[in-house]
C-alpha cells in the first residue's frame, strides 16, 4: 500500500458517516453479526475494494485468480467467491444437482429429473436471519431431514439415501445442537460409501483448512466475518464441486452475483490472514474481557464467566448473569444497553435463561472502557 492509499484510507476511517446518514454510532459487544454489519473490514480488504472499483476487469479472469487465492488459503483445489455464505450454500447445492450441464443450470429450480434430495441433520436445522431450509429450497432441491432434534443415528443417515440424494449438508454452528448429532468424519463416511458429496457450512469458523482434511468435499464460509472482507461467501472444495458451483451464474447464480470490488476485498482479506498476528488480536480481546469482569465484581448478585466458543474457535466471551428477583433482567439489561448513548449492542441470544454475553472482537479502541462504563451507569446504585 503506497503512502497515498494509506493517508486516504485513514481520513475514510475517520469520517463516521453514520451521523451524515441519521444512523446510530452503536458499539458492537456482541460478534460478528449480520444484522450489525458482520465485522470491521480489514485495511487490506478496504485498500483492494478501492483500487479495483474504478477499473474494468474480465470477471471470468478475476474469478480464476480468487480460486486460486482460495485455493491457497483453504488447502482445496479450488474456490469461488458468492455474494454471502447463505448464497454459497445455495449455488453449492445446485452444483451438485445438475454438474456441469448448462441446460440443467438453465432450468433450476426446476429439479425435475435431478438428484434433488438434500440430507440435514435435525439437528443441523438452523436459521441465521433466513433459514438453512431455504436456502437449499431456493436451488429447486428439496430437504429431507435425519433423526429428531435429540439425536441421530448412523442407520437413519445410511438409509436415508436414495438414488435422488444430491448431497447431504452439515452445519458447523453454536446455533445447533451440540450433542447426539453424527460427527463429520460420520457423515463423510456413510455419505461416501454411496458416492453422496458432502457440504460443510462453517460461516463463522477460524478453521480454513480442517473440514476438508476431514472429508468434506466442499466448504462455504463467511468472507466478512472473522476474516473482515466485505459481505460476501466463499466456496472451498475439488475442482469439479467448485466449477459446477461456479457455473450456477449462468441460472440462479445471476441473481446472486458478487461483484468486482467484493472479490478482490476477499481476495486481499484471505491473503491478510494468513499474514494476522493472531497471538496480538487475541491479547486485546482477552484484555477487554479481563476489564469487563472487573469492572463488575462490585456489582451485588451480577455473575461472570468465561466462556469458550462452542465451535472450538480460538477466542472466549465473558457470561454475564443476572440474579433473579433483582432490579435488572438480563433482558432489560441488554435493552437498555441496545437504548443508550452510546447504544451496546450484546450477544443476548439466551437472555431468557437470565445471562448474556459479551464478545470483544469487533471493537474499536477505546470502546471496551464504554462498555464498561455503560454497564456500571445501569448496574449502579
Known amino acids: 500500500m503506497d503512502d497515498a492509499t494509506a493517508a486516504a484510507l485513514t ?55 480468487a480460486s486460486t487465492v482460495v485455493a491457497q488459503a483453504t488447502g482445496a483445489e479450488a474456490g469461488f467467491i458468492t455474494a454471502s455464505c447463505a448464497s454459497a450454500i445455495t449455488l453449492a447445492v445446485a452444483g451438485c444437482m445438475t454438474g456441469e450441464r448448462l441446460l440443467a443450470i438453465e432450468r433450476l429450480p426446476d429439479s425435475t429429473g435431478l438428484r434433488n434430495e438434500v440430507l440435514v441433520q435435525l439437528g443441523h436445522m438452523v436459521g441465521y436471519g433466513a433459514t438453512l431450509e431455504q436456502s437449499i429450497r431456493i436451488s429447486g432441491a428439496r430437504v429431507v431431514t435425519v433423526g429428531t432434534v435429540s439425536g441421530a443415528f448412523d442407520y437413519q443417515l445410511e438409509q436415508a439415501i436414495n438414488p435422488n440424494t444430491a448431497c447431504a449438508v452439515f452445519v458447523v454452528s453454536h446455533m445447533t445442537v451440540q450433542y447426539a448429532m453424527q460427527t463429520l468424519e460420520a457423515v463423510c463416511r456413510i455419505c461416501h460409501a454411496q458416492q453422496v458429496p458432502v457440504i460443510v457450512d462453517a460461516a463463522s469458523e477460524y478453521d480454513l483448512r480442517g473440514f476438508l482434511r476431514r472429508g468434506a468435499d466442499v466448504v462455504v464460509y463467511s468472507g466478512h466475518k472473522f476474516l473482515g472482507g466485505p459481505t460476501s461467501g466463499i466456496v472451498a472444495g475439488s475442482a469439479p464441486r467448485v466449477r459446477a458451483a461456479r457455473l450456477q451464474n449462468r441460472g440462479i447464480g445471476r441473481g446472486m452475483k458478487v461483484g468486482k ?56 466471551r465473558l457470561r454475564v448473569t443476572l440474579p433473579p428477583g433483582g432490579r435488572w433482567t438480563a433482558r432489560t439489561l441488554a435493552d437498555a444497553l441496545a437504548a443508550g448513548d452510546p447504544p451496546v449492542m450484546v450477544r443476548g441470544y439466551q437472555t431468557d435463561l437470565g445471562y448474556f454475553d459479551l464478545d470483544p472482537c469487533n471493537l474499536h479502541p477505546g470502546e471496551d472502557r464504554a462498555v464498561a462504563e455503560r454497564l456500571l451507569q445501569c448496574l449502579g446504585p
Request: aromatic share 4%; with cysteine; net charge negative.
Open 11 to 65: 481520513q475514510a476511517l475517520r469520517r463516521d458517516i453514520r451521523a451524515e446518514w441519521g444512523l446510530r454510532p452503536i458499539i458492537n459487544a456482541s460478534g460478528t453479526m449480520t444484522v450489525l454489519g458482520a465485522s470491521i473490514m480489514v485495511p487490506q480488504a478496504v485498500a483492494a475494494m478501492a483500487a479495483i472499483a474504478g477499473e474494468f476487469v474480465e470477471m471470468e479472469a478475476l474469478h480464476d485468480a
Open 261 to 316: 470490488e467484493s472479490i478482490a476485498g476477499v481476495m486481499a482479506a484471505l491473503q491478510a490472514w494468513g499474514h494476522r498476528d493472531h497471538a496480538a488480536v487475541r491479547s486485546r480481546e482477552d484484555a477487554a474481557i479481563a476489564l469487563w469482569q472487573e469492572s463488575l465484581q462490585g456489582c451485588a448478585g451480577v455473575s461472570c464467566a468465561l466462556i469458550p466458543d462452542p465451535t472450538g474457535n480460538p477466542l472466549q
